[in-house]
Each structure stands twice: as C-alpha cells, then as structure tokens.
C-alpha cells in the first residue's frame, strides 16, 4: 500500500492496474534482495537478479520521463513530483539532469516503502502484545479528539507535534527493527580509534543494531518499552540512537516516515481492536522480512 502510494505521488504510476510481471514493485523485490549478496553476475543468482531488478525499475521511470516530456501535467490536479523535477532540470542554473532525476527517484522509491512499511508493522505487533502500550496511546489520542472544536477536522500538525507517547513508541519501534542494518561512510582522514587506524579512503560500515541493542547503553535492550524514551530527545538522531542514521546524511525521510506512523497508530487505536492470529515471525534478509507474514484480527471499537 505504501508502495503504490509513493509511486502515485512521485511519477503517477498506477501499480495496482499493472500486470502482475510488470509491477515495479517486483523490481524493487529483487534489487532488495541481492542487494547484499555475493557478487556474481550469473544468471540464477540473488546479484544477477539485484541488477535485473535494478534495469527493469529504471527502465519504468525513464519511460515514464520520456511520456511526461511529450505529455506534461495539465492541471494542479495531475501534477506529481516527477513534474517539479522536469521543471527543475529545465531550468537554465541548474545542476540536475535527466539521469539524475531517474537516479532521484529510484533512491526515494527504494528508500521510502519497505522501511516505512516494515515499521508499521512492527508497531501493530509490538503495540498488540503490550496492552499498556495500547492503553496509554489510546489516553493520547482521545484526549487529541476532545479537545477538539471542530469535531470533523483532520488531524493538524500541532495535534502531531503534541504526540509526546505515540513518538516514544515509533522511537522504541524503531531502534528494536533496526530497520536498516548498516550506514555506510567514507574516512576522509586517518582516524584513530581505540588504538586501531581506519585509514583515509576506506569504507566504514556502521552497524546501529550493535549500539541498539547494547547493554551498555540501553537497560534491559531487548525489552519493547516506550517509557524508556520519557524526557529524552525524540527527534534528532545521535550517537546512541542512530535508527534515521545522521549527521549530514540523516534520512530525509525520517520526518515523513514518523508522521505517517503517527497517523496509522491515532486511527488504529481511535477506531480499532486487533490481535495478532498467525506470523509475525522476523528474519533479516537483509532488511527485515515476516516469513509468514502478520496476520491480525481486527474489529471496530
Ligand atoms: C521507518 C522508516 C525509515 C527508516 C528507519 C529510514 C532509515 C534511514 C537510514 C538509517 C538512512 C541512512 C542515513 C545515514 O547515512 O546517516 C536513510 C537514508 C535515506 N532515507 Fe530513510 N528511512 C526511513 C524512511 C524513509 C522515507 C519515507 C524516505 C523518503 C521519503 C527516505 C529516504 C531516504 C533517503 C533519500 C536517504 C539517503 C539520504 C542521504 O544519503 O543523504 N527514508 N534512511
């Protein structure tokens, strides 16, 4: 859902009206899956299939590009994020060009659905087998709909930024799911570290699960427990939360991915009962992957 979601709104593709081999979400499937592989650009293996992946999705956005220049959004209604970007490029200043564009937006497709995805599913398990949770989520968000004047208004943004508890469950949500297994960063110099050398030039893999899940630095890590984040930073990344990655390179989509958490968790526990029936079993792959799936019983309030 998410998925067909940000390919409507980036370059207006209709996945769900695609046949089923041509669906770019495949693409990104495959290219997902070897993306950490052995690699071996054979037919049969998860590399070879990573490339393929790759191709094919790159290949959707470029036609897609091509059709846009030949048939430009008409009106407000039509325009997505593919327009801005034609718009941009074919300004006279600037540094993008059309290959760029493409490269865009694969990254954001690629970077946007499965971790968005995979953290609101988790949320759904973890806040499913802790009732506290659910209870104290639930206080938040009625007490966001009585005070309300207008009882038909969507949800506004102060009503977001007054979430407090629903950001320390999406923060706890997130540093379990280690999402993304590993940060990569280039040492510009040499750098001295516990009496080891990184030397300049070499590639240096952060593994934030390993800081996630230390006892030195989290009680009790393996433990769901949102109060854990009570009085501390919720929105910025550092050395000790690091799910968004940051620094210069933090998530551009951190803020995106958060509110639209948000979202999901006021309308599941505003309207809605569930339990979990089967699956929610984890396997990395090596981003997370519910072998099973999660299925979960759901009933109005
Ligand atoms: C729960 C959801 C998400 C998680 C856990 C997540 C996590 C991350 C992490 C760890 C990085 C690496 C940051 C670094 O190198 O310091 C990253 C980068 C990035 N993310 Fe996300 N992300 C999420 C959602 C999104 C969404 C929704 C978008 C797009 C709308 C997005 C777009 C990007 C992009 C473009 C980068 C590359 C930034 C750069 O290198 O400058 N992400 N994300």
Redesign the pocket.
Known sequence: MIFDC?AKELIDYDEINTSPKKKLRYSFQAFMDGLISFPLNIPGTAYHACLKGRKNALKVIKDKLIARRKAPAKSEKDHDFLDDLLKEVDNEDSILTEEIAIDMIF??LF???E??S??VTLAVKFIADHPKVLDELTKEHEAILKSRDDKNSELTWQEYKSMTFTHMVINET?RL?N??PG???KALKDVEINGYTIPAGWLVM?V?AVVHLSHGKYEDPLEFNPWRWEGKELHA?SKTF?????????????D???L??AIFIHHMVTKYRWRVTKGGDIIRKPGLIFPNGLHIKIAQK
């Open positions: 940000f990254v954001l970077a946007s659905h971790t968005t995979a953290a997130v799911a999402i993304v940060i990569f960063r952060v934030p990344g690091m799910a968004f990655g940051g620094g210069v390179r933090l998530c551009v989509g951190a995106f991915a958060k639209q958490m």
